[in-house]
């Protein structure tokens, strides 16, 4: 190699360190690579039911850890009406919505001192239970609201929820919710099928390549159980490639992890939790996925000044992707039932 081609491999190599996009010559959508035949249904379905044997712990993510505060915040998880809201202390309480003396929705209630104060009556309730009524356990990771819903069938709960890794500090982190008339396993079957990535999401993907899909095999170990992505990420014109990687820790939780290329180590979680049946008689899901981003970059964390601005166009940018992907969710479920 002679020294100007030396000079020139440098000078591309500083300058992707300093600047990781790509400029994206126009494409034709139809004129990719067609993915169906690698999208083999059975390897997703087969990757789905390896997940329900992982251990749950009867552990539901609900909302944003920014979503709940001194306030009370109403929702449904698992078919049950739920209220959460935080202590004095600033811990995450999550308790049944119905009030214990006539069944008032406690959504509506006031907190003061950390403590529901009823709408109708004054009861107030906090940590201690009253009568059948207490709360659940619940545990905030710091990004994500959890819930444990245990039932009469249910085995083996955890003291805690099995979380994903995350990336080190410093990172940023985003959340979005959206909810679907469709089961937890349609929005998992979404999100362990990547070969759809580029054709169904044109606008946020290009150049996807599935480099290596988990065989059809029940047994198979726990790290092994992953799918092997290179996916340019879109940001209009300009392109950032990645190598990621799609693991499902849980029975309810798809995670995808960026493994080579810029924000190595950045993770979106994406938890599918049942709300519960809606009035025509078909089940709600909430999706809750959290973006979480990082970067070995020296000045990255000098930027998180601007996550006030740069949270929500991770939401949207989410938000987006959810849209579609819903959509594809409920035809799964529309088939299927």
């Known amino acids: 190699m002679s020294a100007v081609s030396r000079w020139r491999d440098r000078l591309a190599g500083s300058l992707s360190k300093a600047w990781p996009f790509e400029v994206l010559a126009p494409m034709d959508w139809a004129a ?18 390896r997940a329900q ?9 609900f909302a944003a850890s920014s979503d709940v505060t001194d306030a009370a915040l109403g929702t449904t998880v698992a078919g049950r009406e739920v209220v959460a809201w935080r202590a004095a202390d600033g811990a995450l309480q999550v308790a049944p919505r119905a009030c214990p003396h006539l069944g008032a929705d406690l959504a509506l209630a006031s907190v003061d001192c950390g403590e529901l104060v009823c709408p109708w009556h004054g009861l107030r309730l906090g940590r201690r239970r009253h009568g059948t009524w207490k709360p659940y356990p619940a545990h905030d990771d710091g990004v994500l609201c959890w819930v444990r819903v245990d039932g009469p069938a249910d085995v083996a709960p955890s003291a805690t929820p099995i979380a994903p890794v995350r ?7 985003a959340v979005t919710r959206l909810e679907g008339v469709c089961e937890p396993r349609d929005i998992v079957s979404n999100r362990l099928d990547p070969w759809h990535g580029a054709w169904f999401h044109p606008h946020s993907f290009t150049r996807l390549r599935v480099l290596s ?3 059809v095999d029940a ?32 029975p309810r939780t798809v995670v995808m992890r960026i493994v080579e290329g810029e924000g190595r180590s950045s993770v979106v979680e994406t938890h599918a939790t049942p709300v519960g049946v809606g009035p025509d008689g078909r089940p709600r899901t909430a999706v809750v996925e959290a973006v979480i981003a990082h970067s070995d970059r020296p000045h990255f964390g000098k930027g998180l000044v601007a996550s006030p601005l740069t949270r929500p166009l991770m939401s949207h940018a989410a938000t987006r992707l959810w849209r579609d992907d819903l959509a594809y969710a409920e035809r799964l479920y529309e088939l299927r039932s």
């Open 219 to 250: 047994d198979l170990p726990e790290e092994l159980d992953k799918f092997v992505v290179e996916v340019t990420f879109r940001i209009g014109r300009l392109g950032v490639p990645v190598i990621a990687e799609f693991t499902t820790p849980g």
């Open 53 to 61: 044997h992982r251990p749950g712990g009867n552990w539901f993510v």
């Open 167 to 173: 990336p080190p500090a410093p990172a940023i982190a």
């Open 32 to 49: 990719q690579a067609p993915t169906w035949q690698d999208a083999d249904p059975a390897v997703i379905e087969a990757a789905y039911a």
């Open 213 to 215: 899909a988990p065989p």
